[in-house]
């Protein structure tokens, strides 16, 4: 919807101004989403992961709701692009609170054996079941609100589905239980009694022995979370800005291109435990430095949907896979007492630097026809900052404390 958002919140005379603008706001809810994830990880490493999920899961249904009601730059002027990045800033906070529960309490609550896969599952899985429940619903409010509808009210109904995220939360709650690694730690804590010194999370992976880790970190998180955005994070501006896709076609081909970021997820998640971490983002790396570039540069208006549809899948499964081992690969950098903590800040600092790259893509694009272009150069560059990650951390596949 962001073409949508941008001619409703922050209209130009050039499209692409119009788009960055967007996408700045989308950048300023990854950039506190670490503040987020330094609230709720310091407190799921305290209380327990399940509490934190809770908490973030409600908050960021009811927030997302909340851009349903928002009055349009046309209704109060300048009050409402305003009160569209405040809220994102609400709503960035509770998701940094969501990562750093939910990329923890998956992995361990499941075999070594399968916790790649599990990762892979949560990581850009997850990801891509959510962009497939809103491209699903993209693809009936489109049906029932066609055409200039959808501009004017469909999209408010759009982000009134944010609410199935409480909904979901809710349910989780009474459904799942405390991770065995965390009881473990409470039960550890209770042996020690008097003698057990409180954990410091934020000032142990700062200032102390994981500084070094977290430094690393960033350049897969990065690299990573880059190339996730201007993938599968990017596809519906360029079906509709560069391929010229209706909403209605567009949304089939959404629907499709979700079930490609699954399918690479689980298929290089469960890679990871057969071959190792290390190795799985050095293939991961040499596939996008030179498949992204290529399919980017393929998309121009007037090509066959079946053809955007492949195309678009294959930059989906790209973008699915290259996060797929960086959930288990933070975990197992970090021990117990430091693993909420240390996952959320480590993938949400590398995810907010990345998300910037939507926005930088619409600016350094003068015109519509150069957007596949500036990405097919931004993924290789990105490609390589993935790359040089692989080469400098080491294999963590095993180290699960």
């Known amino acids: 919807m962001a073409p949508i958002i941008g001619r409703l919140f922050f209209p130009s005379d050039q499209p692409t101004l119009s788009l960055a603008a967007v996408y700045a706001s989308f950048a300023v809810a990854l950039l506190v989403r670490p503040v987020g994830s330094a609230i709720f990880g310091?407190?799921?490493?305290?209380?327990?992961?399940?509490?934190?999920?809770?908490?973030?899961?409600?908050?960021?249904?009811?927030?997302?709701?909340?851009?349903?009601?928002?009055?349009?730059?046309?209704?109060?002027?300048?009050?409402?692009?305003?009160?569209?990045?405040?809220?994102?800033?609400?709503?960035?906070?509770?998701?940094?609170?969501?990562?750093?529960?939910?990329?923890?309490?998956?992995?361990?609550?499941?075999?070594?054996?399968?916790?790649?896969?599990?990762?892979?599952?949560?990581?850009?899985?997850?990801?891509?079941?959510?962009?497939?429940?809103?491209?699903?619903?993209?693809?009936?409010l489109s049906r029932i609100y066609p055409g200039e509808a959808f501009d004017e009210f469909g999209w408010r109904v759009m982000f009134f589905s944010g609410l199935i995220s409480t909904f979901f939360g809710l349910i989780m709650y009474r459904l799942i239980d405390e991770t065995p690694a965390f009881r473990q730690m409470q039960a550890d804590r209770l042996k020690q009694g008097a003698s057990a010194k409180p954990a410091k999370p934020l000032r142990t992976l700062f200032f102390g022995e994981y500084r070094n880790n977290m430094l690393l970190n960033l350049l897969i998180t990065f690299g990573g979370g880059a190339t996730y955005y201007i993938t599968a994070g990017y596809l519906p501006t360029l079906l509709d800005m560069v391929a010229g896709v209706s909403h209605e076609n567009a949304s089939t081909v959404l629907i499709l291109s979700s079930v490609g970021t699954i399918v690479g997820a689980l298929v290089f998640g469960g890679?990871?435990?057969?071959?190792?971490?290390?190795?799985?983002?050095?293939?991961?790396?040499?596939?996008?430095?030179?498949?992204?570039?290529?399919?980017?540069?393929?998309?121009?208006?007037?090509?066959?949907?079946?053809?955007?549809?492949?195309?678009?899948?294959?930059?989906?499964?790209?973008?699915?896979?290259?996060?797929?081992?960086?959930?288990?690969?933070?975990?197992?950098?970090f021990p117990t007492v430091l693993r909420a903590s240390g996952t959320g800040l480590s993938w949400n600092i590398g995810f907010a630097l990345g998300g910037m790259m939507p926005t930088v893509v619409s600016l350094v694009s003068s015109t519509p026809a150069d957007i596949p272009y500036v990405l097919a150069i931004s993924s290789a560059c990105l490609a390589a900052v993935y790359l040089v990650g692989a080469l400098v951390t080491p294999e963590t596949q095993g180290n699960f404390k």
């Open 42 to 140: 310091s407190y799921a490493d305290k209380h327990g992961r399940k509490r934190a999920l809770l908490i973030a899961m409600v908050g960021v249904g009811l927030a997302t709701a909340a851009f349903g009601l928002l009055p349009t730059i046309h209704q109060v002027g300048i009050v409402a692009p305003i009160l569209f990045i405040l809220l994102r800033i609400v709503q960035g906070i509770f998701v940094g609170g969501i990562v750093a529960s939910t990329h923890t309490i998956g992995t361990e609550s499941i075999s070594p054996k399968h916790r790649g896969l599990m990762s892979g599952l949560i990581g850009s899985g997850g990801a891509g079941m959510g962009a497939l429940m809103a491209s699903f619903a993209y693809f009936v």
């Open 271 to 333: 890679l990871s435990d057969k071959i190792g971490r290390k190795k799985t983002f050095l293939l991961l790396g040499v596939l996008c430095l030179f498949g992204l570039p290529t399919l980017f540069t393929r998309i121009q208006p007037g090509l066959e949907l079946s053809t955007i549809t492949m195309i678009t899948c294959g930059i989906s499964v790209l973008g699915g896979g290259i996060i797929a081992p960086v959930l288990i690969f933070l975990n197992e950098r």
